[in-house]
Every structure is written in C-alpha cells, then in structure tokens.
C-alpha cells in the first residue's frame, strides 16, 4: 500500500525554465512533508519542508505547495539548473503523539522523480 | 556532508552469512533511523532508535535487529542472508533542538548478496 505516491518516474525540462515535481499521499493524519534530492553513490539530502498547517513554503529557488483537500504537494524548482539533475523523493511523517524528542517520526517516501535539466 | 557517517560504504557476501552496518549520527542527534533502498520499492523506513531505545518499527524483518550503544552510534545486524537482501541501506539521524522533524542521511552502505 504505497500512501506517499510520485506518479512520474522522470521529467526532463530545459535550464532557465520552471521544474515542478508531483507527489501525492492517502494517509490524511501526516501532518509534515519533506522533499528529499538524491544524488547517484550519496544518500537522500534534505531540500525544504512543509507542515500541514502551511499551505506553501519557500526557500530560495525552491517552494513547495500543498493542498490538503487534494492531499497533494508541489515542488517548483525556478530557476532550474543542471546541477538540480537529480532523484526528487517526496516523504511524510505521522506524529500520533507529540512528546518531547525524535519520538516515532518516520518517513514514509514515496519512489522518487528523476529530474534532467539540460542545458 | 551531512555529518552522519557509515560504514563499510561497500559490503560483499554469500547468502546464509551475517553481516553488521554502522552508523554515526550528527553530533548531538539522539534518534537514529535505518532505511532500505532496494530497486523495485523505494526507501523503506526499518526501526527508529531514540536515546538508546527503539522507538519505532517498520518493514524490518526478524532476521534483521539493530541497535544503539550509550554513545549514540548504531549497528544493524542482517543474518542469514538472501539474494533479495541486496540493496542500499541508510541510516539517518535526527533531534537537534529545532530540527526534529528533519532526518539527515548518511551516504548508505551498499550490500550486496550473491
């Protein structure tokens, strides 16, 4: 039961333009999402977050967007570069309790896009 | 560089054997999370150690278990090995004051089993 679902394996868009990768999840109780960028032999580094209470959130040339009525996020890339060609992984997290620490906060990935910016 | 270290970064065995992965979080993390990556499903979370104390558990199987010493590093332990067992394995960590909610990996030990 895939609940984080990144419907497009790859996408390729040209330097300059605007990149926007999907993700879509089912589980309504997370309540945080996070976009992982992974390079080839590197593991997952993170890139920005939003929690549910937020509807966008923007980091430079990164924003993310969800729409919790869809129970959909959005990551626009703008401008893209060649060096943002990379593995997009979108995650979610499910706090059923808060308490204090890094209690039970794990990340629910989805299969990740692979973005090509060509030059 | 994330800060959290593993090793080996490389691993080669036979099925049937055991092997051991660690891991080293960022200075300071208290929580320490173990993720497959295998070609046909993605990141898979395993288990969350807290403090010392597991916290969590996913897709771990029984011939797996990890766990985390008084100095906050950890170790999954993978037994009796089969070729599905062959993929990436990541640790992260996490628990700065602050940035709980984010997981910062490690660059992953590749296993691979023949």
């Known amino acids: 039961d895939q609940q984080v679902k990144q419907n497009s394996p790859s996408l390729s868009v040209q330097e300059g333009r605007i990149s926007i990768l999907n993700c879509d999840y089912t589980?309504?109780?997370?309540?945080?999402f996070l976009w992982y960028k992974k390079y080839p032999a590197e593991g997952p580094t993170f890139l920005i977050s939003?929690?549910?209470?937020?509807d966008k959130n923007e980091d430079g040339r990164f924003t993310v967007f969800l729409n919790k009525s869809a129970k959909h996020l959005s990551l626009h890339i703008v401008p893209s570069q060649p060096g943002d060609s990379a593995v997009y992984f979108c995650?979610?997290?499910?706090?059923?309790?808060?308490?204090?620490?890094?209690?039970?906060?794990?990340?629910?990935f989805g299969k990740g896009t692979l973005l090509t910016v060509n030059p | 560089d994330s800060g959290v270290t593993q090793t080996p970064k490389h691993l080669i065995t036979a099925t049937g054997q055991r092997v051991t992965l660690r891991c080293s979080p960022r200075?300071?993390?208290?929580?320490v999370y173990w993720y497959q990556q295998s070609l046909d499903q993605g990141l898979q979370f395993l288990i969350q150690?807290?403090?010392?104390?597991?916290?969590a558990k996913g897709n771990i199987l029984e011939r797996f278990s990890a766990q985390q010493f008084p100095d906050l590093h950890s170790e999954l332990n993978l037994s009796s090995l089969e070729l599905g067992d062959s993929a990436l394995y990541f640790c992260?960590?996490?628990?700065?004051?602050?940035?709980?909610?984010?997981?910062?990996f490690g660059p992953g030990t590749r296993l691979t089993v023949l």
């Open positions: 995650a979610a997290i499910y706090h059923p309790s808060k308490d204090s620490g890094g209690s039970n906060y794990k990340l629910t």
């Open positions: 939003i929690s549910s209470i937020k």
């Open positions: 992260a960590s996490s628990g700065l004051a602050g940035d709980v909610d984010t997981q910062y």
């Open positions: 150690y807290y403090n010392g104390e597991e916290r």
């Open positions: 589980n309504s109780m997370f309540d945080y």
């Open positions: 200075s300071g993390d208290l929580s």
